[in-house]
């Protein structure tokens, strides 16, 4: 009985040890050869690992992107002389209360309320700008949060973008792809109701790449960056 307890041991000593002998040793030897070398068998694990937390990395940044973006979106409600309600979002482009909009959104003669927070703020409609959609306003506020400007030559095609726009119980989000850009246009894959007029696109850093309009089939067109700086001046 003695002999065999001995026995089971002393295999599973030696096995143990060739484990330790194989894994430390004679593994990385063989992975080294050239046939082994050649189809690199040692990489398979670590690819699927990498690549997990890659996307995991993205969603947190994407989440916390979101979270600075919408904290520099004014609400944007007009009454028309007809009487229209119309409704949209305004971007903040400095702390002391430089935002800009659709021209769309605040046609001349009409009744304007803006809100940060939901709080109605005071304003001056500083000019338009038919032609490009947009206007400049100067909201009577201080300390407000604003982002960077996005460099469009750095963009790419496929580029993962989200926007977001202010509603009366808060914010709305969406996200998807640059589909085609140029100096004057920017183009997603991401479709809205027209309530997102006015909206902001951002990059996956929350650096601005420009302003929204809806078209008639609800798919977004962006006005970029570099057009509303030449319009604000910054």
């Known amino acids: 009985m003695l002999k065999n307890i001995f026995k089971i041991l002393a ?8 484990g330790i002998f194989a ?16 189809y690199r068998l040692d990489q398979f694990p670590v690819n699927v690992i990498e690549t997990k937390e890659f996307y ?33 979002s305004g971007l903040i ?10 021209a769309e959104l605040v046609p001349q003669g009409s009744t304007f309320n803006f809100f940060v927070d939901e709080e109605s703020v005071s304003f001056e409609i ?3 700008d038919l032609e490009n959609n947009l206007a400049l306003i100067r909201l009577e506020k ?14 790419k095609l496929g580029e993962r973008v989200f926007l977001v ?32 007029s006015g909206s902001a696109l951002f990059d996956i850093e929350a650096r601005i790449l420009g302003l929204n309009t809806v078209d008639r089939e609800g798919r977004i067109v962006v006005i970029p960056v570099s057009v509303i700086r030449t319009f604000s001046g910054l």
């Open 165 to 196: 726009g202010a509603e009366l119980l808060g914010f709305r989000v969406n996200e998807g792809i640059v589909t085609s850009f140029d100096e004057n246009l920017i183009q997603t894959n991401i479709s809205e109701e027209n309530t997102l």
């Open 126 to 128: 500083l000019k338009r």
């Open 93 to 102: 482009l400095t702390s002391d209360g430089l935002i800009v909009t659709l």
């Open 56 to 88: 995991i990395q993205e969603n947190v940044a994407l989440k916390d992107a979101i979270e600075r973006a919408e904290k520099a979106i004014a609400r944007v409600k007009t009454e028309t002389k007809a009487g229209k309600i119309l409704e949209g």
């Open 11 to 18: 295999i599973f000593i030696i096995g143990m040890v060739g």
């Open 142 to 155: 201080t300390n407000l949060s604003s982002l960077g400007f996005a460099d469009l030559e750095k963009l």
């Open 23 to 38: 894994d430390q040793i004679l593994w990385p030897y063989f992975i080294e050869r050239p046939l082994f070398y050649h």
